[in-house]
Nanobody, 114 residues
């Protein structure tokens, strides 16, 4: 189970931190990802972090502004978002693919607006 927290309304240029708490499995065995789905658009990959946290990748649109991190001891994954833009408005999902099956969180809304 994946449970996200930290969504909400923020002004352009502001910051927000999303967290994903997991239960039922140990995240240390799996790469973890954040996706988002903007209004009227398809879901897209935002960031991914390797099992140990030693490797990360980001969508070009968020590079330099977002940071993904993980705490394997606490079984949590986070997404720190800074310099937010209106185009970052979306539902954000925590994701893991285990044994070929994709698991998703409930998806908190992030709205960037003045």
């Amino acid at each position: 189970q994946l449970v996200e927290s930290g969504g909400g309304l923020v002004q352009p240029g502001g910051s927000l931190r999303l967290s994903c708490a997991t239960s039922g499995f140990t995240i240390s065995q799996w790469d973890m990802s954040w996706y988002r789905q903007p209004p009227g658009k398809e879901r897209e990959l935002v960031a991914r972090i390797s099992r140990t946290g030693g490797a990360t990748l980001y969508a070009d649109s968020v590079k330099g502004r977002f940071t993904i991190s993980r705490d394997n001891d606490e079984n949590t994954v986070s997404l720190q978002m800074s310099s937010l833009k209106s185009e970052d408005t979306a539902v954000y999902y925590c994701n893991v693919v285990r044994a070929g099956a994709a698991y998703w969180g409930q998806g908190p809304q992030v709205t960037v607006s003045s």
